[in-house]
């Protein structure tokens, strides 16, 4: 409160001090300001009224002038006009006169305007009339005598006196004028003074203020510093009352509370030295007694760890190495070994390879059951390092189960440090334990075994296995169930009903119905087997179908589940699909030579007819029997190939010859020109020469049947690759391209009118397919609708070709109508490199030699035609540029030399002759 | 006269059935595969067909199924086929057919089924 009033004090002082000067100066601008505002007002009326007044005076000389002027006027004219003007002019100079005497006149003008008065009342009462009557009597004379009388004078000193007041007033105006402005300098002089005046008080106030301020603080200021140094203030209690007053007192009694707690604080500071030297000691000793702790407790922690192993750990090698480390770490062995006993795993430190094996595959030889301590004469390799360690103890521990039964082997020795009795203590305690651990490790071993294999067994079923317990959980589950489903791969846990339910459901077609399946098997046991069939969603169209089958399952007679297994029938499905397809087409092509020949038979037996229609309804009969036996051989062919109860004899088989044999036996109809074009050096395949001959046999008939309007058939022999091929080549209907990849499939005809006139059992290349199977071959064909087709065998070789002698270009055309001639003439030209061109049909012969690729020709003479070999001669000869065409003839008839002449034969070969000499005519040639 | 069409693929057959109808007061035509046969149906000049079920291009059931309704109520048709199956013959009659006869089929009883259709017996 003191302090507060204190501090009010020297704020109100300089607040009243300044606010006091601020009134002052206010006070007296005020005054100043008023006295010159008022002074400045009266002059200004002052001005105005003598303005005035001087307007006045003015008026009225004007309206007396105005008025004589106008008499003189009236005088002149005497017009009525001028009369009313003059009457004008005396109204201007009556309010004249009023204006001027409502003014504030001095004596003199006051003398005068009623002089003027007197005299105008008395001029227009009385001398006007008498002029205006004298002028219109026309007495001049009287006038000018009236104007003489005092009239006129009167009039001017008054008109003078107006002038005079003007003069004057302009005089008064000036004086104001003057009066005004020094009034305005005399304000402004005396503002500047006081200004002045004041500002000079300030600046001596503000001094004084700063005088008293400053010099306190620069003192406190002073003695801070000192303070702050540690030197003793110089500084005195003021007497002054205000804020500083009390603010020295204040530093005053803060540095003497300073010093006071400075030598307070020196006398503790010295206790506390003492007590931090106390403090000290006791800190080593607490050192020391935690080194102690932390060392149990790192025991501890082992034997925590330790424990964690032996409870814990499943893995039997690591639970070896483990336990080895951990002993290591608590009893400092020099060496430690631990096995099991069945010496199924081990772990060791510090053992050599060699020791471990010796010890693993040493029979075990402890006499005493337990634990035992051995001491002993160290080894020289094992006392190396220190000569004083001259005993080395060997701990060794037989670990067994309760019975008795061996389980393991620990062992380990010190180097010169004796075990203690506390140490075989807890080791003898440890052992025990670690019997537990290995029958644990054991039997989880086993459990992990069976459980492995039940796994491995499931996992390699091919059918999907899944069990579902009574809550509707899928408990367990193998991988085929997964892949089948296409589901994740089997996981632990169990699947809630809802989740594994939708998975499956969601792959299949049969949503609804194998949903009901499943809700209706796993709710409650039932008795036998019920199962259902289902099919998978697939990307393409492929078909996948499945049966599930459910049957329940029980522990000790109560239910706990249901299993479930789900099969893949695909493959039967498609099976079943297929036969019974197959029953159907079969018997379908069974039906209509059966119906024909049923039905004809019923007609030659029901009716009457010629003998012509009999022959023909019988020849129909036995046609279509035919067919029916060719069909049911066919198929039964198949049906044996398919089953595999066909034998094949496999053999070396030269394909040239059993191509040639072949041609020779199928009868080709004259419309067909068949022709051979062998180029195959080297022919011998493995296979069954009869079956091969089927498939020849097959496509040769095929090539005829399918070209009814004839044409070439040519059969190429070529072996390149290591392959031999056959090529069938026809000029016939062709196989439109869509048909191509169903050809080799049973009763897939082509399915056109024109085909289906050609006939057949449609079974056919069937057959062909499976042989060439069979054969490791591959049979595949070439066409075009309308242009014809090819089809081609290619069959491994025996031997690969040694050298690739016979380039197609050397082509020499045979006729020859012996197959085994034929034969063995094309074998002698392909030794020397030419390839060969069977013909069998003369005049196709002739035309293909006119196109001059060949390098020569061999004739038989007897070709069994109407063309004889001469004849082909002859036109060959009759060719243009075939003059000179080596021709060798192979005959059986004897050498007519005239003709050899005349037709250039360049070799005549009698049969039989050495086919050397064949191929010595062309190279000769 | 009646109009009767034999549509069948094999001509033996043809022929067989043709001979067998030779007696009867029909007039015969033939069809030899199933686009023919639809052909020749599609005119309306028919009373009877003898189809064949088992036909390229397209099979007897698919000529019935294409078939203008109101032709097929004017027409009397005898399948003539191996498809002796129950279900094969209820699609059939569902598409259509009247009457079958199973493959191979007796003459004389085909004879006298035909005869029977052409006086009304089997209407």
């Not at chain 1, 009597?137 to 008054?158: A, C, H, K, P, Y």
């Not at chain 1, 000079?200 to 001094?207: Q, Y």
């Not at chain 1, 089958?549 to 499905?573: L, N, P």
């Amino acid at each position: 409160m003191e302090i507060m009033n204190k501090m009010k004090t020297m704020r109100s002082k300089y607040f009243f001090i300044s606010a006091g000067i601020c009134a002052a100066v206010i006070l007296i601008f005020s005054i100043i300001g008023f006295y010159t505002h008022q002074q400045q007002q009266e002059l200004l009326e002052e001005h105005s009224a003598i303005y005035e007044k001087q307007e006045a005076a003015s008026e009225l000389s004007d309206a007396l002038n105005d008025v004589f002027f106008r008499a003189r006027g009236v005088y002149a004219f005497q017009s009525p006009l001028e009369r009313e003007r003059l009457s004008e002019a005396l109204d201007r100079y009556h309010e004249a006169v009023d204006d001027y005497t409502t003014m504030d006149l001095s004596g003199g003008e006051q003398l005068l305007v009623s002089e003027l008065s007197s005299f105008m009342s008395d001029y227009e009462a009385d001398s006007l009339p008498t002029a205006i009557a004298l002028v219109e009597e026309g007495d001049f004379e009287g006038l000018r005598e009236l104007s003489q009388t005092g009239l006129n004078i009167t009039v001017n000193d008054f008109v003078s006196y107006t002038k005079e007041i003007e003069s004057e007033s302009e005089a008064r105006l000036d004086e104001v004028s003057r009066q005004s402005i020094e009034g305005m300098t005399f304000s402004f002089t005396s503002s500047l003074g006081l200004t002045g005046l004041l500002i000079l008080l300030m600046i001596l106030f503000l001094w004084k203020m700063i005088e008293s301020i400053i010099s306190p603080i620069e003192k406190l200021h002073t003695a801070a510093i000192d303070i702050q140094e540690g030197r003793k203030p110089e500084i005195e209690k003021s007497n002054r009352n205000d804020e500083l007053g009390s603010l020295t007192s204040s530093f005053i009694d803060m540095t003497a509370f300073l010093q006071r707690n400075e030598e307070e604080l020196h006398a503790q500071n010295e206790e506390l030295l003492a007590q931090q030297e106390a403090l000290h000691e006791q800190q080593d000793q607490l050192a020391a007694t935690l080194m102690e702790t932390q060392e149990t407790k790192g025991r501890l922690e082992l034997f925590n760890d330790l424990n964690h192993v032996l409870s814990s750990t499943s893995n039997r090698y690591k639970f070896l190495d483990d336990m080895v480390q951990y002993m290591n770490r608590l009893y400092a062995f020099d060496q430690i070994m631990l096995f099991m006993a069945d010496r199924s795993a081990y772990s060791a430190v510090n053992v050599s390879t060699e020791k471990i094996n010796q010890i693993l595959h040493a029979p075990i030889l402890i006499d005493e059951k337990g634990m035992r301590v051995r001491k002993r004469l160290a080894r020289p390799e094992e006392d190396d390092l220190n000569i004083a360690k001259s005993y080395v103890y060997d701990l060794t521990a037989e670990i067994t189960d309760a019975s008795g039964k061996p389980l393991g082997i620990f062992r380990a020795n010190r180097y010169g440090r004796p075990f203690e009795e506390e140490e075989c203590e807890e080791i003898r305690g440890l052992v025990q334990r670690m019997s537990i651990a290995f029958e644990r490790l054991l039997a989880f071993d086993e459990i992990k075994y069976s459980r492995e294999l039940t796994q491995d067994m499931l996992d390699n079923m091919t059918e999907g296995l899944q069990l579902v317990n009574q809550n509707k959980c899928m408990v367990q589950h193998n991988e085929a169930l997964c892949r089948l489903l296409g589901m994740d791969t089997a996981e632990d846990e169990e699947i809630e009903c809802d989740e594994w339910l939708l998975k499956i459901i969601s792959t299949v077609n049969e949503e609804q119905e194998l949903k009901a399946f499943f809700e209706n098997t796993i709710d409650a046991a039932f008795d036998g087997t019920r199962s259902i069939r289902y099919t998978l969603k697939t990307q393409d169209d492929s078909l996948k179908v499945f049966d599930v089958y459910a049957m329940s399952v029980y522990r000790d007679q109560e239910w706990t589940g249901t299993i479930f297994v789900h099969r893949d029938i695909t493959k039967d499905y498609e099976v079943d699909k297929m036969k019974s397809e197959l029953v159907s087409t079969v018997s379908h092509e069974l039906r209509t030579p059966l119906s024909s020949v049923l039905g004809f038979a019923e007609l030659l037996l029901t009716k009457e007819m010629k003998p012509e229609k009999q022959k023909r309804y019988i020849e129909t009969i036995h046609k279509e029997a035919k067919r029916l036996t060719n069909l049911i051989n066919d198929f039964l062919d198949l049906q044996r190939m398919e089953s595999g109860k066909q034998e094949y004899h496999m053999g070396e088989v030269k394909l040239d010859e059993l191509m040639m044999e072949v041609l020779e036996k199928t009868s080709i109809p004259s419309s067909h020109a068949l022709i051979l074009r062998d180029e195959m050096e080297n022919s011998i395949v493995k296979g069954d020469k009869e079956r091969l001959t089927q498939v020849m046999t097959n496509l040769l008939n095929n090539a005829v049947k399918f070209s009814p309007q004839g044409g070439d058939i040519t059969v190429r022999l070529q072996s390149i690759d290591g392959k031999a091929s056959v090529i069938v080549e026809d000029q016939g209907i062709g196989i439109p391209g869509e048909e191509v990849s169903n050809l080799f499939q049973k009763f897939k005809r082509v399915d056109n009118s024109e085909s289906r006139k050609i006939g057949g059992t449609g079974l056919g290349l069937a057959i062909c397919k499976e042989i060439v199977d069979k054969h490791a071959g591959d049979i595949f064909v070439k066409s075009e609708t309308g242009e014809g087709s090819a089809f081609h065998i290619e069959l491994p070789l025996m031997r690969e070709n040694q050298s690739h002698s016979i380039t197609g270009e050397d082509k020499i055309l045979v006729l020859e109508d012996d197959p085994s001639l034929a034969l063995l003439i094309a074998d002698e030209l392909k030794s020397k490199g030419f390839s060969v061109v069977h013909h069998y049909q003369p005049e196709r012969a002739v035309e293909e030699i006119g196109d001059l690729s060949f390098s020569g020709v061999v004739v038989d003479l007897m070709l069994g035609n109407d063309l004889s070999g001469w004849d082909v001669i002859a036109q060959i000869r009759n060719q243009e540029g075939n003059n000179t065409l080596p021709i060798v003839i192979s005959s059986a008839l004897d050498e007519d030399p005239e003709k050899v002449q005349r037709y250039h034969i360049t070799s005549y070969l009698t049969k039989p002759y050495p086919p050397e000499k064949l191929s010595a005519a062309f190279m000769r040639s | 006269m009646s109009k009767l069409l034999i549509a069948d693929d094999e001509e033996i057959l043809r022929m067989l059935i043709e001979d067998t109808l030779e007696d009867l007061e029909v007039e015969i035509d033939t069809a030899v595969d199933g686009d023919e046969a639809y052909r020749k149906l599609s005119s309306g000049e028919y009373q009877i067909v003898l189809l064949d079920y088992m036909m390229p291009g397209m099979s007897g059931r698919e000529v019935l199924e294409k078939l203008d309704e109101g032709l097929k109520t004017n027409l009397k048709i005898l399948m003539l086929t191996a498809k002796t199956q129950k279900e094969d013959q209820e699609a059939l009659k569902s598409a259509g057919a009247d009457y079958f006869m199973a493959k191979p089929f007796s003459p004389v009883e085909l004879s006298d089924f035909v005869a029977e259709l052409l006086n009304g017996d089997h209407e």
